[in-house]
């Protein structure tokens, strides 16, 4: 059974940092293009950044531009979201998605989802 699962998530004040991690199981991440995006109450959903898995190729919106990196871990079979100087408006549910395109991009159109992790910034 496919399944990703994310973590990481949590509460947070304002100004500060979280990671996020992305895994897979009955799968390896390793050859697939992720995808992080995010969906905060009464909000669209939104792709945050994501990571292609065919020359690596990135791409953040422009929101978290400077802010957050993504990265990907083969040996692990993990890709990260680092997540710094966040803001209120970060405050969503955060998901991981996958597929096997060899370009990424910001749309939803993935085929694997996780069940997502909670990021609160508050003080």
């Known amino acids: 059974q496919v399944q990703l699962v994310e973590s990481g998530g949590g509460l947070v004040q304002p100004g500060g940092s979280l990671r996020l991690s992305c895994t897979a199981s009955?799968?390896?991440?390793?050859?697939?293009?992720i995808g992080w995006f995010r969906q905060a109450p009464g909000k669209e959903r939104e792709g945050v950044s994501c990571?292609?898995?065919?020359?690596?190729?990135?791409y953040y919106a422009d929101s978290v531009k400077g802010r957050f990196t993504i990265s990907r871990d083969n040996d692990k079979g993990t890709v990260y979201l680092q997540m710094n100087s966040l803001k209120p408006e970060d405050t969503a549910v955060y998901y991981c998605?996958?597929?096997?395109?060899?370009?990424?991009?910001?749309?939803?159109?993935?085929?694997?989802w996780g069940q997502g992790t909670q990021v609160t910034v508050s003080s």
């Open positions: 998605a996958t597929d096997r395109r060899k370009i990424c991009g910001l749309d939803s159109r993935y085929y694997y």
């Open positions: 009955g799968f390896t991440l390793d050859y697939y293009t």
């Open positions: 990571i292609s898995r065919s020359d690596g190729r990135i």
